[in-house]
């Protein structure tokens, strides 16, 4: 039982992070911020979604995913099909000349529901739906990719051509997709008004609830045999596979993850937010949401929520104040975390302030005492100070030996 | 295809191939640079399209410039604007090898986000210099107009300047790379940096001089596209990802390549567009060289290597 609570909060550091997101979350910012900015704040968490997703992707699995929009597009279209059809309802649509079908398709000539609308008409099948059709999609594509061995750059390079694919057609099938202005004016879910200002607090948390648990399914995956094998294969593919792994097929699976999660951020993003269109599909916001992850640092699963947070935040105070800087800073900001913290916020938080914290609870212990929670494990606090802070300082070096590893084509 | 005589036909199908040839060479155009960039040394510079846009506006300053102060010159001026973009883009290039790409030569992905960062700076600064609104050089008058072989087919000048230019530039490249003493370095550093380090090859300066020859060409395909579009600050970006497959689908590495994917992906897309929407014809032509790429990861043209 502890070992398996070790695992999935990721020891007491991971627990105190976790618990501290949670707070930050569930309490410190519905208390500061009213509705409207706490909605805000819940369609930033959206993209954290995103962010986990790359942080196991490209963190663990040295697969860059430039294309995440795709899938966070897509959770969010299946959810806003749904919801733009439970508001077209024969009776507030009965302007159009077809009504009880989407306004776009009746301004776009369109007299009956496509067949593959038909089934979001059902809420269960929605929410599978959700799920289902990014992660198939990203089934198809990284088998594809993986099985013949597209690695790195050029994996990156087709994903972001597949998001570009995705937006032409979104944006060129008006009639289907609602075109540029994407589904708009979605009201109810099942009849529940997701307008109003209560709606929007329980979609919050809701979205909380969610994220911490997409938190801990990327922890489980990390803590386990399966993570192991991941980093390895990503600091050296084919040893990984010289010993007999199938590589491909994890690849498949943490990519698989991903897609899943970015997807539920994308539903969860139209509900709160109440439209989705295709300027969260296409290149730029995929290469922002990697941005989120390399902020708060690709190899930590909460530091990529605070950058989903901080980098949101950050655009949101600039682009209203200096909307011209803030095009300087976000590409300062991107240089700047490549270049001078390649492991983000979470790496400046293991290689700066835990030696302080560890150092400031060594001189409190030495002053006698023991440290308020011991459990009675041998392995526990005092003997592991030197070997605990072996692994904080290798992380960056295997993670620099991970990243000179990837295929180079000379 | 009722409703058309057979010689209509032809005109259209000569029109329509010569199309496919004026985007062949903005394809060429645009991925020349990169393909040296990319292809020969292994650098994502998502900021490609950005050095396009710098010779586009050197450019375009060389003809406002050459209208207020000397306007006899306006009709040669664009010879020397082509220049100046190349220097332009060249000395950027530079010093951003110099700066930026240096450090990050061992972390392919990591130059992708670094130079993204790099392109939204430019962007910025070229709003924030020359205004959002797109602008457009003063063409001098030898290219404007068409050209008509048989009466019926309409062949723009400044497409057909573009062709040459591309042809130029390709030959100038070619000799840059396969016959030139400096090409043999460039190859030597880019295939075994180790072994032309120790046979006394400086390879920083290598890779800093053919990282702003990329740069440079890049401002060249700018200076070219002055005469068929606008320039605005983003306009570089928009052919980002179709330069990259174009130089991915010929296989990195092999400038042949480059040439042959250019080709078939500007065909394709112009034979499609004949027949449905222009965004349908992208989208299917896009798709196609993914679904090859996927069955052929290594692109048309693969320099073969051990991996």
């Known amino acids: ?410 | 295809m009722d409703g058309y005589s057979a010689s209509e036909l032809l005109n259209i199908f000569a029109m329509q191939a010569f199309a496919g040839v004026s985007l062949f060479s903005v394809f060429v155009l645009m991925a020349l640079g990169l393909a040296i960039i990319f292809g020969q040394m292994g650098v994502i510079n998502m900021a490609h399209g950005e050095f396009l846009t710098i010779g586009a506006y050197s450019t375009v300053m060389m003809s406002i410039l050459a209208e207020k102060y000397m306007p006899e010159f306006l009709p040669y001026y664009f010879i020397f604007a082509v220049i100046a973009a190349f220097i332009v883009a060249f000395t950027i290039g530079y010093l951003v090898e110099f700066l930026m790409i240096r450090h990050l030569y061992r972390r392919p992905l990591d130059t992708l986000l670094a130079t993204w960062g790099l392109s939204l700076i430019m962007q910025q600064i070229f709003r924030s210099s020359f205004g959002a609104r797109e602008v457009s050089a003063t063409l001098p008058d030898w290219l404007m107009g068409s050209w008509q072989p048989v009466e019926g087919v309409d062949i723009p000048l400044n497409g057909l300047f573009v062709l040459g230019l591309t042809l130029l530039l390709s030959l100038a490249v070619f000799i840059f790379l396969f016959k030139s003493r400096w090409g043999l370095k460039v190859r030597a550093t880019t295939q075994n940096r180790l072994m032309a380090g120790a046979v006394g090859i400086s390879t920083p300066m290598v890779d800093r001089l053919t990282f702003a020859i990329g740069c440079g060409i890049a401002g060249v395909a700018g200076a070219a596209f002055t005469t068929i579009a606008s320039t605005g600050p983003t306009s570089g970006s928009l052919y980002i990802v179709d330069t990259f497959l174009v130089v991915v689908f010929g296989g990195a590495g092999s400038l042949l390549g480059t040439f042959a994917s250019a080709f078939t992906i500007a065909q394709a897309q112009s034979v499609m567009e004949f027949f449905m929407s222009g965004s349908m014809a992208k989208v299917l032509t896009l798709l196609t060289v993914i679904i090859i790429l996927m069955i052929r990861p290594e692109g048309l043209f693969s320099v073969k290597v051990r991996k």
């Open chain 1, 1 to 410: 039982m502890q070992v398996a609570m070790d695992k999935l909060f990721g020891g007491r550091e991971g627990l105190v992070g976790l618990v501290i997101l949670a707070a930050v979350i569930f309490i410190i910012m519905p208390l500061t911020f009213d509705i409207f900015r706490l909605n805000l704040v819940g369609k930033y968490l959206t993209y954290a979604f995103v962010a986990i997703g790359l942080v196991l992707c490209w963190g663990y699995g040295g697969i860059l995913s430039l294309g995440q929009g795709i899938f966070f597009g897509l959770g969010g279209y299946c959810m806003a099909m749904f919801l733009k059809l439970e508001a077209s309802d024969p009776e507030s649509t009965k302007i159009q000349s077809t009504p009880g079908i989407p306004d776009f398709m009746d301004w776009n000539q369109l007299t009956s529901l496509p067949w593959f609308w038909e089934p979001f008409h059902s809420l269960s099948f929605s929410l599978v739906a959700v799920i289902a059709i990014p992660c198939i999609f990203a089934f198809i594509i990284s088998v594809a990719m993986f099985k013949r061995r597209v690695g790195g750059v050029y994996f990156a390079i087709i994903t972001q051509a597949i998001a570009l694919i995705l937006t032409i057609l979104i944006v060129g099938q008006q009639g289907y997709t609602g075109g540029i202005n994407g589904m708009t004016d979605l009201r109810t879910l099942k009849g529940w008004d997701i307008r109003t200002d209560e709606a929007k607090y329980i979609l919050y948390f809701f979205n909380g609830a969610l994220l911490i648990g997409c938190i801990l399914i990327g922890r489980l995956i990390i803590t386990s045999k399966l993570g192991r094998l991941l980093l390895a294969m990503r600091d050296r593919e084919d040893r990984v596979r010289f010993s007999g792994y199938d590589v491909s097929s994890f690849k498949v699976f943490v990519f698989c993850v991903g897609a899943m999660m970015s997807a539920i951020g994308g539903a969860m993003f139209t509900l709160q937010v109440g439209f989705m269109s295709p300027s969260f599909v296409g290149i730029v916001p995929s290469i922002e949401m990697v941005i989120f992850a390399a902020v708060g640092g690709r190899m930590s699963l909460i530091g990529a929520v605070y950058g989903a947070l901080i980098v949101n935040f950050a655009k949101t105070f600039f682009s209203e104040s200096f909307p011209a800087l803030w095009l300087f800073l976000m590409g300062g900001l991107f240089i700047a975390v490549v270049m001078l913290f390649p492991n983000g916020l979470a790496g400046i938080y293991t290689s700066y302030i835990r030696p302080r914290i560890e150092a400031w609870r060594q001189s409190k212990r030495g002053g006698g005492g023991l440290p308020p929670t011991v459990p009675a494990e041998p392995q526990a606090p005092v003997p592991p100070k030197p070997v605990e802070r072996a692994p904080a300082s290798a992380v960056p070096r295997s993670l620099a030996a991970g990243i000179q590893s990837e295929p180079s084509r000379s």
